[in-house]
């Protein structure tokens, strides 16, 4: 049986970072089918919290989209996929704004591995997981290098390194 | 009209999880109002024989429509494919492990190229509101929800809980889903029954009866050859010739439930034969389809997800937020 595309999606909420009990009734987040096969989430933001979205095609990898939200208002997005099993979940974690770490939700780094949230969203990292010194590319450079040097840590995109070499003596 | 009437367990349900016969019984509890196992156990008592014997006015009496043969159903008119602008796009490979189309074959698995694309908003216009369910304190709505609600003299939804052994002989049990139930044993191999959706009866009072049927099955071998011990039951001695039954629980005076199942017999009558070669057809094609899939295994498809910010959030969306609200 081939279900209809998103007809096995599902959506919860998860909570992590600074962590504060949520309880269910807090869990305002919806999921109604859109035209030509697409699906919109929705969700009412609340003060002071920090949203990421996370997607699956199999329930046990979960990965981000490369967007952020914050704060209050009516968050909309629209998704479409061409698997017939996708899931989506929001990720959220609350902030204290007074706190001098907090840099905002797309330069703060929550995870203190030295990448702002949106470098790790942006390139399909997890903003949540310390992963400063992997190298996906596997081009000698780190992702904080990468960062650093605004290259893609994703592709072998390093800039051209000049060699000096300095001969002295007789 | 129901649309899926038959719930052969062994063949809907997702891998991975094994699907012994005690795990199909407990399913079929689950989508039936009682328990499949008591529905095993061998009659007390024999409260009533009645073999069908005489001949019923069979006129009309029948299965509208095809019988399920194993045919594969029209896919489903895809969707226009919607042309995006992309903003970015991630690409990362993965490996995947999908459960096999038929259960026993082997998982699918490959590496697949999973692409996420940010794209700007197509400004797809939304689908129309949901209707606004009229509120139950009117009367009319009251009135009118009871109308729906009291099956008609011509109708009604029978659930049917059928164990076949060796497929010569099936116990059943059924009802009209108010808990009060009938069971007793059948000399039709009710797997025939599968692909069934709506039938009807013209009964001996000459009205005619439909019937939709939504039924658990599973099937038994008292040689053994079943996964699960099962205590051979003692099988009753019942009309070969011709679909004949024995009633064993339940209220043998109630004419409804009497009318219910002797007219699946009746139906069987007229229509075993039809029946039987539908499951006979659906038997040839699960084969056929499981041998192309041991000589051609599926592989799993790259995906590709693309999402975008909404300018503004879907009013549908909304609508079930507001509903939810906090208290």
């Known amino acids: 049986m081939k279900s209809h595309p998103f007809l096995l999606s599902c959506m919860f909420v998860a909570v992590t970072g600074a ?23 929705e969700w009412m933001g609340v003060l002071n919290r920090v949203y990421f979205i996370q997607w699956s095609v199999d329930l046990l990898q979960w990965n981000y989209l ?3 939200e914050a704060d209050e208002g009516d968050k909309g997005f629209g998704a479409v996929s061409s698997s017939d099993k996708f899931f989506i979940r929001l990720h959220y974690a609350d902030i204290d704004p007074e706190d001098p770490a ?30 400063l010194t992997a190298d996906p590319d596997g081009d000698g450079l780190n992702n904080v290098h990468e960062q650093t040097a605004g290259t893609n840590p994703n592709a072998k995109d390093n800039p051209a390194v000049k060699l000096s070499v300095v001969v002295t003596g007789d | 009209m129901i649309g899926t009437d038959c719930y052969r367990l062994g063949e809907i349900l997702l891998q991975p999880i094994p699907l012994t016969p005690m795990f199909q019984r407990i399913l079929c509890t689950l989508l039936i109002s009682h328990g499949l196992l008591a529905a095993q156990q061998a009659p007390a008592t024999s409260s009533q024989v009645q073999p069908v014997d005489e001949p019923l006015p069979l006129l009309d009496t029948g299965i509208p429509g095809l019988i399920a043969d194993g045919t594969p159903a029209m896919p489903a008119p895809l969707p226009e494919p919607l042309q995006f602008k992309v903003k970015r796009t991630l690409t990362s490979r993965r490996q995947v492990t999908e459960a096999p189309e038929i259960i026993g074959l082997p998982a ?7 692409t996420v694309q940010l794209v700007e908003d197509p400004g797809l216009p939304d689908p129309p509101p949901p209707l606004i369910t009229p509120p139950m304190e009117e009367s009319a709505v009251a009135d009118g929800m009871a109308e729906l609600s009291e099956p008609g003299p011509d109708f009604q939804l029978i659930f049917v809980s059928a164990t076949v052994y060796d497929h010569a002989r099936t116990y059943v049990r059924c009802g009209f889903g108010t808990g009060e139930e009938i069971a007793g044993w059948s000399n039709i191999d009710f797997n025939h029954f599968c692909g069934v959706g709506t039938y009807q009866v013209k009964g001996s009072d000459g009205i005619l009866r439909q019937y939709s049927l939504m039924m658990a099955i599973g099937d038994e071998y008292t040689d053994g ?49 039809r029946m039987a070669a539908a499951c006979q057809a659906r038997e040839v094609a699960y084969e056929a389809r499981k041998t192309y899939l041991l000589a051609n295994p599926p592989v799993p ?18 609508n079930a937020l507001t509903k939810g609200a906090k208290p």
């Open chain 1, 19 to 41: 962590l504060t009990p949520v309880s269910l009734s807090e869990q305002q987040v919806s999921f109604t089918a859109g035209l030509s096969g697409t699906w919109n989430i």
């Open chain 1, 66 to 68: 490369p967007v952020i």
């Open chain 1, 102 to 131: 907090y840099l905002g939700p797309e330069n703060s780094d929550f995870d203190k591995d030295g990448m702002s949230n949106l470098f790790e969203v942006m390139n399909g990292f997890n903003p949540f997981v310390a992963d």
């Open chain 2, 108 to 114: 699918v698995k490959g590496t697949i190229n999973v």
């Open chain 2, 225 to 273: 050859t079943s996964d699960e011990l099962t205590p051979a039951p003692t099988l009753p001695v019942l009309a070969t010739s011709g679909p004949a039954f024995v009633i064993t629980e339940g209220d043998t005076t109630d004419k409804e439930s009497m009318d219910m199942f002797q007219g699946m017999h009746d139906l069987y009558r007229v229509e075993g034969a």
């Open chain 2, 301 to 318: 498809k790259d995906v590709t997800i693309q999402f975008w910010k909404r300018e503004t959030p879907s009013p549908a969306g909304m």
